[in-house]
Nanobody, 124 residues
């Protein structure tokens, strides 16, 4: 079992930045690939970004490419999401997730553990 706790969400103006963190506990963090997803009101949960177990491979949704950066610190059991140039359409609850599949997971069904989410609101 892996427990995930997100933090760092909040209210920011368009063009601003936020850094989300996701702290993991339980099983060995470095055994898991990590991902971030988001869900806006009335919309389905969507993939944002993924990082492999060792940080060597990353994937991004086209909508965030060039603005968001995922990273991880396996010594601290934490994954980060740096979000720059935020837009109102980035407003959503952001979830981190862990996948036993060590790299390449971009579908929510491929993830085994989920955090409770953190709200990000971008005002125009």
């Amino acid at each position: 079992q892996v427990q995930l706790v997100e933090s760092g969400g909040g209210l920011v103006q368009a063009g601003g930045s936020l850094r989300l963190s996701c702290a993991a506990s339980g099983r060995t963090f470095s055994n898991y690939a990590m991902g971030w997803f988001r869900q806006a009101p009335g919309k389905e949960r969507e993939f944002v970004t993924h990082i492999s177990w060792n940080g060597a491979i990353t994937y991004y949704a086209d909508s965030v490419k060039g603005r968001f950066t995922i990273s991880r610190d396996n010594s601290k059991n934490t994954v980060f999401l740096q979000m720059n140039s935020l837009k109102p359409e980035d407003t959503a609850v952001y979830y981190c997730a862990a996948a036993k599949r060590r790299w390449g997971a971009t579908d929510a069904n491929e993830y085994d553990y989920w955090g409770q989410g953190t709200q990000v609101t971008v005002s125009s």
